[in-house]
């Protein structure tokens, strides 16, 4: 999310890329081993070097983030218990100083503070004269900065520094901070920074970071900065053992956390349940506390307010922390647009995990779990998110299958257990026997199929069985022809799943329009599946088909199940009409140029030939379906199916492995345009 | 013609009827007004013949529901239909545009109701309602474009397995 990022913020924005060229030109020569006695060395070359340093401490029954003088001040031997509602500290078995989470602190009350003075304004007979403050921020350094803050230091920047307006003051706070990041070695059962792809590793902004073992610390540097301090360091080079266990530690606790809040797809399967019943029981519970928005560390709205002397001529203006929880955050003269609970609830939580994509280009939410263990009625993101935006159940399209037998040298067989005939030229091939990795595969993606001396053959996958495939084959060749003739019983060379499939996670809670022609169906027919094995996530879903005659359609019978079982909108046409077929005729954009329906929710899966594909983009834009959200699938010639042979190549895609399904507005120009 | 024209229709929901079409939901509330006064409902059962090709066209009318299929005669191949109008669209745009003979045969192929407008009406209030002239002629203009639109599609044979080059196909 904001990997890559650099220790300044000027840096950041200005050239990010050259900030990471440097950051691994700083860490060639590590990484470094500092005695854990000598930390008080790092300390005191912070201070003098004119720094102010902050770290944790305990104080009040919490690790809280203060000033640090010595070792001594570290919470030496402390852990905590947390759970949703829930944090105390604990002892540990070990000595270690940093093995505790996160505490109610962050980082943000130094570079954003809850009060600062932002002028003094004054009214002496008919004038007034405003007194912008003075920016003077204190040097600092940052000591223990895990990835998730890391990670919340950088949006911030986006947020306060990455528009047409810079907050200065912001500015100049974040460039006086000198960051010892910290990499975790444990974690909380609240931890989700995995999810949200920003711990526990450290993925830059650092000047320095430390990995923490009993004897000490592996360090590395990351800025040119944190190299001039090392230098200045009594470390030696990290041996193999201390770097093994360094690393292991930080995988260990990766794998402890997992991936408790899956995001693949989140922002559209938020943004759709705007209107859930859901938003109304949270409030129930929410007491509007803003006990959440207070320790994340990426909020970052406030007010302005004025304290003025008594006969009101002097009043300093100050920014303070404020929080869309609060009852009058959004208040105007005529009246309050959040009025109800649910209403701030869902401002918050819409704003962390989708809008704020749509104005910063990342989540505002790092998955630190402070939220969590210090609501105080116990409210867990992640399990509302997981409740009112659940992603699908089945072949989720975010999980990475790797395919068997990827290389084009390799193939894995797999048995004919039928051919049915589907039209006078299509064949649909059940497969047994397959590689597991089929099972796992989603709509959309294709197989390579083989046969000793003929040509490999890219095929849609039309159907996930339990422990089988189906391939819809058209003869349009020799190859095909002898595939489908092959007969029940003899085996085939696969390779796959391969390629991207259906998005269908950017359907859920939308209406699904599917338009296609001729063979077309056979990639959308385990998309079609897969929506009816979860109907009520969809809203209304219509299927629009066009044939050349009634007898060259694909699955007739299901066709008509489908359409009997009331759960698809079907709509049919033909090119050519015979004199039994009393439905439409004509191309299947004429199923939906004079229907009435609003596209302007809807996501379309569209699969034909290219020109067809073309006239439908025109119909359904017209209809208000855009292009981001029309999803088409592009046949290519392609021989490898993993992008390295370049048949498939189309401008900068390869369709093989970029796709074959694409996005109208991913594919942008080359859509459509002859001889790309 | 085996046109009944039904009992007295309402006209809030002839009004209604023609708001819920492709044709006449983009008219606007004035136009769609005018449009109802001179509008009357018909049903025609399946199989009726509501135009003949190089017959006068006498009526314009919205197909409200059923299906009807524009079809021409080809010797040896006896009828084909070319095109099917679908609920919302026109059937006998010819009677608006000279020199109102219809272009093809159009048979319902299902039971259907129309919203018909006496060409000959509708051509006189068109030539002095100028305001609703400009609101109907370019959907009329459009429903026509889309036609022959679609029917290029068509002619593109786009599913057609045919080779369409001379190489050699190993697949």
């Known amino acids: 999310m904001v990997s890559g990022l650099g220790a300044s913020p000027t840096q950041v924005l200005d050239a990010s890329a050259q900030v990471v060229d440097d950051a691994a030109a700083y860490t060639k020569s590590g990484p470094w081993f500092l005695l854990r006695a000598n930390l008080q060395v790092l300390i005191d070359e912070l201070r003098a070097d004119g720094r102010r340093v902050i770290g944790p401490t305990v104080e009040d029954g919490a690790i809280v983030y203060d000033d640090i003088t010595s070792m001594a001040d570290l919470p030496e031997g402390w852990g905590d218990v947390q759970e949703a509602g829930q944090y105390r500290l604990a002892r540990r078995r070990d000595r270690h100083l940093f093995s505790f989470n996160m505490g109610p602190a962050s980082w943000k009350r130094f570079t954003f503070p809850p009060v600062i003075p932002l002028s003094v304004g004054r009214r002496e007979g008919r004038e007034v004269t405003f007194e912008p403050a003075v920016i003077d921020p204190p040097r600092l350094a940052f000591l223990g900065v895990r990835g ?43 931890c989700f920074c995995t999810s949200m792809g920003t711990g526990p590793e450290i993925r830059g902004g650092h000047d320095l970071v430390l990995t923490e073992l009993d004897e000490g610390f592996v360090v590395r540097a990351g800025s040119e900065a944190g190299s001039d301090l090392l230098a200045r360091l009594p470390v030696k080079a990290a041996d193999a053992g201390q770097i093994f266990r360094a690393a292991s530690a930080v995988g260990k606790v990766a794998a402890t956390i997992g991936d408790p809040l899956p995001t693949a797809g989140l922002h559209d399967r938020l943004l759709a349940q705007f209107d859930s019943p859901r938003w109304a029981e949270i409030a129930e519970r929410c007491l509007m506390c803003a006990n959440c928005s207070m320790v994340c560390p990426t909020c970052f709205c406030s007010s302005v307010t004025q304290r003025s002397d008594l006969d009101g001529h002097v009043s300093t203006s100050e920014r303070v922390w404020d929080f869309c929880f609060t009852a009058s955050f959004a208040r105007v003269a005529g009246g309050n647009f959040r009025n109800r609970p649910r209403d701030r609830y869902r401002q918050w939580l819409t704003h962390k995990f989708a809008t704020w994509i749509d104005q910063f280009g990342t989540f505002g939410c790092v998955g630190c779990g402070r939220c969590i263990a210090w609501c105080p009625v116990g409210i867990d993101v992640r399990q509302e998110l997981m409740s009112i935006a659940p992603p699908l159940e089945a072949r989720p399209d975010q999980v990475d299958v790797r395919p068997a037998a990827a290389s084009p040298a390799e193939y894995t067989t797999a048995r004919i257990d039928a051919v049915r ?63 489908i003739g092959l007969g029940a019983g003899a085996e085939l060379g696969l390779r796959g799943p391969l390629g991207s499939g259906w998005p269908l996670e950017r359907a859920v809670g939308r209406d699904v329009v599917i338009v296609t022609g001729g063979i077309g169906l056979a990639p959308l027919r385990p998309l079609i599946d897969a929506i009816r094995d979860q109907r009520d996530r969809f809203g209304a879903v219509r299927l629009y088909y066009g044939a050349r005659t009634p007898a060259d359609m694909l699955y007739r019978s299901e066709l008509e199940r489908w359409t009997a079982g009331d759960d698809i909108e079907i709509a049919l046409t033909v090119d050519r009409a015979d004199e039994a077929w009393t439905g439409p005729v004509g191309v299947v954009t004429h199923l939906f140029d004079h229907a009435t329906w609003d596209g302007s929710r809807a996501v379309a ?72 | ?68 299929a524009l079809r021409m005669l080809v010797p040896e191949r006896g009828m084909v239909t070319i095109l099917t109008v679908e609920p919302g669209d026109l059937v006998g745009w010819s009677a608006l545009v000279p020199p109102h003979r219809a272009t093809s045969e159009c048979v319902a192929v299902e039971p259907a109701v129309l919203l018909a407008f006496r060409g000959e009406d509708l051509r006189a209030t068109l030539r002095t309602d100028h305001a609703l002239a400009a609101s109907v002629y370019p959907r009329v203009l459009q429903a026509v474009a889309r036609r022959l639109a679609a029917t290029r599609f068509q002619l593109l044979d786009l599913f057609s397995q045919e080779p369409r080059t001379s190489e050699v196909n190993p697949w």
């Not at chain 2, 009357?40 to 017959?55: D, F, I, Q, S």
């Open chain 1, 148 to 190: 998730c803050e890391l990670a919340a230091l950088g949006i911030q920047d986006r947020v306060f520094l990455g528009g047409p307006f810079a907050d200065e003051d912001y500015r100049a706070r974040r460039a006086a901070a000198f960051v010892v990041a910290v990499n975790c070695t444990t974690a909380a059962p609240t």
């Open chain 1, 421 to 483: 005939a589907e039209t006078a030229d299509v064949s649909t091939l059940v497969l047994g026997g397959v590689d597991a990795a089929f099972v796992t595969g989603r709509p959309g993606q294709f197989a390579m199929v083989a046969l000793p001396a003929y040509p490999p053959l890219p095929i849609s996958i039309s159907r996930y069985r339990q422990d089988r495939i189906e391939l819809t084959i058209r003869a349009a060749g020799p190859a095909t022809a002898m595939v």
């Open chain 1, 605 to 676: 899966f569209v699969c034909g030939p290219e020109r067809m594909m073309q006239a439908t983009a025109v119909s359904l834009e017209e209809r208000g379906v855009s292009r981001d959200r029309t999803f088409v699938t592009l046949e290519r010639h392609m021989e490898c199916g993993i992008g390295l042979c370049g048949h498939c190549q189309m401008g900068r895609l390869f369709v093989c492995k970029d796709g074959p399904v694409f996005s109208l507005a991913e594919l942008g120009e080359v859509f459509g345009r002859e001889g790309i």
């Open chain 2, 1 to 68: 013609m085996m046109l009944e024209p039904a009992p007295h229709a309402d006209r809030t929901h002839v009004v209604e009827a023609i708001d819920r079409t492709w044709f006449g939901a983009a008219l606007g509330p004035e136009a769609q007004s005018r449009l109802a006064d001179l509008a009357r409902v018909v049903r025609v059962p399946a199989g009726t013949h509501l135009l003949r090709e190089g017959a006068t066209t006498e009526d314009l009318s919205i197909l409200l529901s059923g299906r009807v």
